[in-house]
T-cell receptor, first 113, second 118 residues
């Protein structure tokens, strides 16, 4: 049972434009959400997180939006840069589980010149 | 570099052999996690330590797998009698978490150990 879903396996965006990566979850007990970026042959790198008490969190070019009623979150990258090309994973943790993360299957972002 | 480190980065072994991986977390982090990632999938939780205590194990962690964190610092993950299905990237992560199970600490990952079982 895939509790965290990233339905778009890949996304291509032009440099300077906005990248929007989406994530849906099914477990209503999830209360903390994170986005990680992963380059080949490296471990995931933390990007940004959001608690369920918020609906938006911003850090530089990265903004995460959370819609609890729809069980949906999205990551916006503005402006997109070629160095953003990587696989992006959405992850979630459930209250009381000491941050055991459940990951989606990832979205490969390619930022073209 | 004070990030999470893992050793070795790559391991090729024959089916039936035992392998051991090491993870050194960020020094002030009290929590340490092991995940496994296969091609096309996100990382899957295997086990978690708070200090030296192993507090949770996934059902993915068969009895051929054992993990330790003897002094609450580095951790080892051993796989006995490896099978081809064990081929994966094994990721370690660490975080600083307070007691009480609140799920708001951020995990920082190491580069992973890629295991290939022939």
């Amino acid at each position: 049972d895939q509790q965290v879903k990233q339905n778009s396996p890949s996304l291509s965006v032009q440099e300077g434009r906005i990248s929007i990566l989406n994530c849906d979850y099914t477990n209503s007990m999830f209360d903390y959400f994170l986005w990680y970026k992963k380059y080949p042959a490296e471990g995931p790198t933390f990007l940004i997180s959001i608690s369920s008490i918020k609906d938006k969190n911003e850090d530089g070019r990265f903004t995460v939006f959370l819609n609890k009623s729809a069980k949906h979150l999205s990551l916006h990258i503005v402006p997109s840069q070629p160095g953003d090309s990587a696989v992006y994973f959405c992850a979630a943790s459930e209250y009381g589980t000491a941050s055991k993360l459940t990951f989606g299957t990832g979205t490969r972002l390619q930022v073209t010149l | 570099d004070t990030g999470v480190s893992q050793d070795p980065r790559h391991k090729i072994t024959k089916r039936g052999q035992n392998v051991t991986f090491r993870c050194d977390p960020i020094s002030e982090h009290n929590r340490l996690y092991w995940y496994r990632q296969t091609l096309g999938q996100g990382p899957e939780f295997l086990t978690y330590f708070q200090n030296e205590a192993q507090l949770e194990k996934s059902r993915l962690l068969s009895d051929r797998f054992s993990a330790e964190r003897p002094k609450g610092s580095f951790s080892t993950l051993e796989i006995q009698r490896t099978e081809q299905g064990d081929s994966a990237m094994y990721l370690c992560a660490s975080s600083f978490g307070s007691s009480g199970g609140l799920s708001t600490d951020t995990q920082y990952f190491g580069p992973g150990t890629r295991l290939t079982v022939l």
